[in-house]
């Protein structure tokens, strides 16, 4: 009894990182208009002639660009390895659930207690797939969900960057 129990639960475990992956995913379509709108707010910026601002005016406005581009290579950089790098495990196919199951019966097609062997050994089967793919898909996803809270820490600093660059640089434009 205690390994159907166990069995139930892996296997709702294991569904649970399937579709904590799926969430994952979709949470990316944010980060990556922000990556794009910031992208286009830098270059927008950097076309700017700032021949006539002093010297002091010219390194303060272009750290802040520089420090936001590389704040946003590090959420480009985060965001590529929320997004790819990492291949899921996956319970074997349904065919090849049943061809097992098929070759425990033909194992255990001699034994007494064919039908105990046969339910005992598929179970095994079952729960160590289901501890084992699962366990891995939860490493994963704990990976991706540490590279999109890295993706949106940087680029909240490379958006506030670019923005006071942009303020700055409105403010010399006006003196």
């Known amino acids: 009894m205690k390994n159907d129990e166990n069995l139930k639960l892996y296997e709702k475990m294991y569904l649970f990182e399937i579709e904590r992956r799926e969430k994952i995913n979709a949470r990316l379509n944010l980060p990556m208009a922000v990556i794009v709108a910031i992208f286009g707010l830098l270059s927008y ?19 802040l660009l520089t420090f936001a581009s590389i704040s946003l290579f590090v959420a480009c950089y985060h965001f590529k390895n929320c997004w790819s790098g990492l291949v899921d495990q996956y319970m074997p196919t ?82």
Do not use: H, P, W
């Open 45 to 63: 910026v950097f076309n700017f002639d700032t021949n006539s601002f002093t010297i002091c005016e010219n390194f303060v406005f272009y750290m």
């Open 94 to 175: 349904a065919k090849d659930i049943e061809d097992y199951y098929q070759t425990l019966e033909s194992t255990y097609a001699e034994f007494d207690e064919k039908e105990d062997l046969v339910k005992s050994y598929f179970n095994k089967f079952l729960l160590e797939s289901y501890t084992e793919y699962g366990s891995y898909n939860a490493r994963n996803n704990d990976y991706r969900s540490e590279q999109l809270y890295f993706t949106v820490r940087a680029l909240s600093v490379s958006l506030f960057l670019a923005l006071i660059a942009t303020i700055v640089l409105k403010i010399m434009a006006l003196t």
